[in-house]
Nanobody, 123 residues
C-alpha cells in the first residue's frame, strides 16, 4: 500500500510558476512509476507527466512540454512538478499517482492516487 499526499497548489497569475509536491509513504519502492494528472471542471482527467523513481526516464503530454518539469527526490520519497509559464487552461485539480508497471499516460494503469491539489491560473 502506498499513500500519496500532494501539496503546493494555489492561485497564480498567467505566466507565473508553481511547484507541486507529492510525498509518498508506505510501501514505497524504486520499482514504482509516478505520474501527475489533472482534471478541470467539467472535463475528463488528463495525463500531465510521468517519471521513474530514479528519474532516468520522463514523459510529458504535448501541452506542457517545455513548461513543466517532473522530478523525484528518492531520499525524501517525493515527486515534484515544476510548472512555469502557466496559462489559464492549466487550471485544474492536480493529482499524483503511482503504478508498478511502467511510465503510462493512462490513468487506469495507476494503482494509487493522492487527494489532489487545486491550481488556479488567473488571466
Amino acid at each position: 500500500q502506498v499513500q500519496l499526499v500532494e501539496s503546493g497548489g494555489g492561485l497564480v497569475q498567467t505566466g507565473g510558476s508553481l511547484r507541486l509536491s507529492c510525498a509518498a509513504s508506505g510501501r514505497t519502492s524504486s520499482r514504482y512509476y509516478m505520474g501527475w494528472f489533472r482534471q478541470a471542471p467539467g472535463k475528463e482527467r488528463e495525463f500531465v507527466a510521468a517519471i521513474t523513481w530514479t528519474g532516468s526516464s520522463t514523459f510529458y503530454t504535448d501541452s506542457v512540454k517545455g513548461r513543466f518539469t517532473i522530478s523525484t527526490d528518492s531520499a525524501k520519497n517525493t515527486v515534484y512538478l515544476q510548472m512555469s509559464s502557466l496559462k489559464p487552461e492549466d487550471t485544474a485539480v492536480y493529482y499524483c499517482a503511482a503504478n508498478r508497471f511502467g511510465i503510462n499516460p493512462q490513468g487506469l494503469a495507476y494503482d494509487y492516487w493522492g487527494q489532489g491539489t487545486q491550481v488556479t491560473v488567473s488571466s
